[in-house]
């Protein structure tokens, strides 16, 4: 019995390391003053009628930590790339030179970093709620297997099990978020 107990601990551990990389992947589009292709993550650009991101139609590369650059693959690219880029509304002025497309990466204000941080600990706060449910959810199932014949002192140890990968997950989400204030806050 206590293989089913184990089956769900295991499901847990993967679905709260899902929820640590949904966090990496919001927190890498939220810009911290220095330059980094992902910024670009968003930008849909029209290629022969349909809507392609812009990774899949040109290369992105970083030269200096306030710059980018946009390279299209087909030279005709460089108008739409320049429009979506601006009608994405990033706060970017793209540049057109008739090869690339450079963007100048401005500098955070004080206000702004501020604002990037809160929206960091939105973010944390969200993969803590996630976390905490993915714990409800095996706690349930445990209880569950309880009623259904599986011994006592099984369900606890399960029960203790999940909390420390609960508490481990949250202290992921901690660090990362640290990390990325700190990031922000460094000019």
Not at 3 to 32: C, Q
Not at 59 to 65: A, E, F, V
Not at 117 to 129: F, L, M, R, S
């Amino acid at each position: 019995m206590s293989e089913e107990l184990d089956f769900i601990l295991e499901e847990t551990k993967e679905k709260m390391g899902k929820a640590i990389a949904h966090l990496e992947r919001e927190l890498s589009k939220i810009r911290a003053g220095k330059a980094n292709p992902q910024m670009l993550d968003s930008v849909k650009v029209e290629y022969y009628g349909t809507m392609a991101p812009l990774s899949q139609v040109s290369n992105i590369n970083t030269p200096d930590p306030r710059s980018l650059v946009v390279q299209p693959w087909e030279k005709n690219m460089l108008g739409p790339i320049e429009k979506a880029i601006q009608a994405a509304n990033l706060g970017f002025n793209p540049q057109n030179d008739g090869e690339i497309i450079r963007i100048v990466v401005p500098p955070l204000t004080e206000e702004r970093r501020k604002e990037l941080v809160k929206k960091v600990k939105a973010e944390a706060e969200n993969t803590k709620v996630s976390i905490r449910n993915i714990r409800r959810d095996a706690i349930d199932d445990g209880k569950k297997l309880g009623k259904e014949g599986v011994p006592e002192d099984l369900v606890k140890k399960f029960e203790n099990d999940i909390q420390d990968l609960t508490n481990e997950f949250s202290g992921k989400v901690d660090k990362l978020v640290e990390h990325k204030e700190n990031d922000i806050m460094t000019i």
